[in-house]
């Protein structure tokens, strides 16, 4: 081969890599200056919002009596702590707790009446089932007449207004966190629910959203119609409630704790029998 040929190719190659380096640092560059911004944006807003007050943007009323139905004991901190916090801090709503399994265990039955209290939930007010038909275990998927039945006891009992609980996904995709979910909506599609209570679900994120604690603030914020906030001195409680579950306070929950945007953050939505109808819909489409 012509030496000048090879001169000339190897001078091309070394322009061209030359020019791949400058872009992909001119792109890192960019990269970072959009991060650093869009990091600033998030802290702006998130000072900017515990100054001012959210209960426009929680639940209208605030509902009298709330209902929250969980899977498992640490599901009420792991999940709806700052729901449950902004509630009582605001002694507006009288607030109730059904966990429908003990954990498989007896001593979380326990933990959570120590945790419940340490959020401020008497201890009258906490409900937990064992029963055969609701067994723990994450590859089980409850019957939904079951617990759409035992909800019901309890919404028409206490004659509850709001009962909240896991969406579809159930946060961390476990069967019987979705199991609720499909209890719930039973009711709402075969209209059983008195008309004095609606019903909220808790949104489920993916799983780079879930551990960016207020840097999920913007996108959180635009989509949601319902959500609660905690400042940091507040989500003290939460990890103080988290700690009371003491068999389940091991170090992969520690790190959840501090780093889950369900600590820091609650967004809900309300479900109507519209809204199932469509769900279902696409799910068959």
């Known amino acids: 081969m012509d030496v000048s040929i090879v001169s000339s190719l190897t001078n091309y190659f070394n322009m061209l890599f030359d020019e791949t380096v400058w872009y992909l640092k001119e792109v890192a560059w960019q990269l970072v200056i959009a991060g650093v911004a869009y990091f600033c944006v998030c802290i702006f807003l998130y000072t900017l919002l515990l100054n001012v007050s959210h209960k426009a943007w929680q639940l209208p009323g605030p509902p009298a009596r709330i209902l929250l139905v969980i899977a498992h004991p640490d599901d009420e901190v792991m999940f709806f702590g700052p729901m449950l916090h902004c509630m009582i801090e605001q002694k507006n709503s009288e607030v109730y707790l059904l966990c429908l399994t003990i954990g498989g ?11 419940a209290k ?7 007010n906490v409900t937990i089932l064992m029963s055969t038909q609701l067994p723990d275990d994450p590859k089980v998927q409850w019957p939904e007449n079951v617990v759409g039945e035992t909800i019901l006891q309890h919404v028409e009992s206490y ?3 709001a009962v909240i609980t896991f969406d579809k996904r159930g946060v961390s995709g476990h069967k019987n966190h979705t199991s609720i979910f499909y209890g719930v909506a039973s009711l709402c599609m075969e209209n059983k629910l008195p008309p004095y209570c609606k019903m909220y679900v808790l949104e489920s994120v993916n799983i780079l959203r879930k551990y960016t604690l207020m840097l999920d603030l913007p996108i959180s914020l635009l989509f949601a119609s319902h959500w609660y906030l905690l400042s940091f001195k507040q989500r003290k409680i939460i990890h103080m409630a988290m700690m009371a579950h003491k068999s389940q306070y091991v170090w992969f929950r520690k790190l959840y704790i501090r780093f889950s945007r369900y600590t820091l953050l609650n967004t809900l939505q309300e479900i109507s029998t519209l809204d199932l109808e469509l769900d279902v819909e696409f799910d068959d489409g």
């Open 118 to 124: 340490t959020l401020g939930i008497p201890e009258a």
């Open 159 to 161: 004659r509850i207004n």
């Open 105 to 115: 265990a007896k001593r979380r039955k326990e933990e959570l009446w120590a945790s």
